[in-house]
């Protein structure tokens, strides 16, 4: 049985995940159910910081992303090996203290910004 759960896991694994952390800037590209009219995918890309990473680096892992979307704060849970996330950016580090930084949903305006390193 667990060698069925094993090949199940290993041909589902991506190879392509960037190492993310908390506080890190990502912009993540989701492929949509939309079609264009050229017949391609529609992706969106959801740009934010990641103020959660939870349950490692297998396929239970998930990272939570928020951003500020006309005034308002929008948070998503991406899996990290869901198949309809086409690219993960890592656009900029962040050096924070904390592991979850669920403080930042209180923050607004020059509060809510951290100091950050460009990503390479």
Known sequence: ?????????????????????????????????????????????????VIAKKHGKGMEGTFTVRKISEGVGVEKIFPLHCPSIVKIEVLKHSKVRRAKLYYMRKRTGKKAKMRSEIAV
């Open 1 to 49: 049985m667990t060698n069925k759960l094993d090949a199940f896991t290993k041909k589902r694994l991506r190879t392509d995940v960037p190492e993310i952390k908390s506080g890190d800037i990502v912009c993540v590209h989701v492929k949509l159910a939309e079609k264009t009219k050229a017949g391609g995918d529609k992706t969106q890309a959801f740009e934010g910081l």
